[in-house]
């Protein structure tokens, strides 16, 4: 079978493994795995989708309303935009493969920071796009200008705060990007985790407000890391009418579940939800920062729900593999040239027992 010649340049991703694993690998109670690695949230989601779950479970025979009205019309009050400017996909996963594949061709490029979200270059790659990186890890403003310039990307990849390493990008930085660009290049602002950087600091926060009035620019949002909906697969992209337009092409009906839709309208109802898991996010987070401090270890400050703890006498391998035999699932970025772990910031008990174990190795 002669398969397309850009296959042959992608690695199938490693999502982040599954507790199911740990428990058929090395007999561990299902109960006592911690999983940290696929930055979900350690508080699950709010009761008003558990229930409206089970209230509609019933319904699961029947398809979604495919225009997602209640949940546009949700979204759209949320960010003072119009339902226009949105598109739902099947995670914001499926909007960024829904760029991709609307701009993406094997004479183009993107531009990228050197360590970032895996899928940006998977869904490149699968378009036979050349993939360009900036020279270091954190997104610097003068390092992709400097690169735009350079090889003219059809689209710069933003992921702020950046996912693995947890880092954030101040809100001028990313519009002295944007303004650099000509609208020849589209922008993506990955916001995944812009709940947690806008609640640390109000100069890391963007809005999808602040990027709707450029023709080439969209922002991501998702419901699976501050709103506990990982599980049920819902993101979405807004931008301009223009671009929402284009991408509404890509988009196969009924592209999220029925109780996925409703999950995401309750979700939206129950804000505070959010605001208290975030709260208690923050003081969780400041208890890896002691425990590196205390252990001598380094640290990317952290403006997401997860923190990387950067190794130089250790190595991020032999601690990944001896935590998981241990029933303790953490990210190890060994894949990404770092000789670093990326942990979801869990439970009080779950992180307990990560440093306790952590402790043991180090
Ligand atoms: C988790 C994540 C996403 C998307 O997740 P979905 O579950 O597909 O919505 C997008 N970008 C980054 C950086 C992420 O970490």
Redesign the pocket.
């Known amino acids: 079978m002669q398969w397309n010649k850009t296959l042959e340049e992608i690695k199938i991703y490693e999502a982040g493994k599954p507790i199911e694993l740990v428990v058929r690998e090395f007999g561990i109670n299902p109960a006592d795995v911690v999983k940290l690695a696929s930055?979900e949230n350690p508080n699950g989601c709010s009761i008003k989708v558990t229930e409206a779950i089970a209230k509609n479970a019933h319904k699961a025979s029947l398809y979604p309303d495919d225009s997602f009205y209640e949940l546009k019309d949700l979204l759209a009050k949320k960010w003072q935009v119009n339902d226009n400017n949105i598109i739902i996909g099947c995670?914001?996963?499926?909007v960024l493969e829904f760029v991709s594949r609307a701009l993406l061709d094997e004479t183009s490029c993107v531009l990228m920071s050197k360590v970032t979200?895996a899928m940006y270059e998977v869904y490149a790659k699968q378009m036979g796009t050349k993939i360009i990186r900036t020279p270091s890890y954190q997104h610097k403003a003068d390092e992709f200008i400097e690169a735009y310039h350079k090889h003219k990307p059809k689209i710069v990849y933003i992921?702020t705060p950046n996912?693995p390493t947890g880092d954030g990008i101040k809100k001028v930085d990313v519009l002295k990007i944007i303004n650099a660009v000509d609208k020849e290049t589209m922008v993506v602002v990955?916001g995944?985790?812009m709940e947690y950087a806008g609640a640390k600091d109000e100069a890391y926060k963007i809005t999808p407000n602040d990027i709707l009035d450029y023709e080439n620019v969209i922002y991501?949002g998702?419901f699976?890391?501050a709103y506990g909906l990982?599980g049920m697969?819902v993101?979405y992209g807004i931008a301009n009418e223009q671009v929402i337009s284009q991408l509404l092409k890509m988009r196969p009906p009924f592209n999220i579940t029925t109780l996925s839709l409703i999950s995401a309208i309750e979700a939206l109802k129950d804000e505070e939800f959010v605001q208290n898991s975030i709260f208690t996010h923050f003081t969780e987070l400041k208890r890896y920062e002691e425990f590196a401090d205390k252990n001598g270890l380094k640290y990317i400050e952290s403006y997401t729900n997860f923190i990387t703890y950067l190794f130089d006498k250790h190595d991020s391998t032999k601690i990944n593999d001896e935590l998981f035999k241990n029933g303790v699932i953490v990210r190890n970025l060994a894949s990404y040239e770092m000789n670093a772990i990326r942990i979801t910031v869990g439970t009080d008990k779950q992180n307990s027992r990560l440093f306790e174990m952590l402790e043991r190795l180090l």
């Not at 995670?91 to 499926?94: A, F, I, T, Y």
Request: contains cysteine; charged residues 20%; hydrophobic residues 15%.
């Open positions: 930055n995670g914001s996963d499926q979200f992921c996912n990955d995944a985790y991501l998702t699976s890391k990982g697969r993101g």
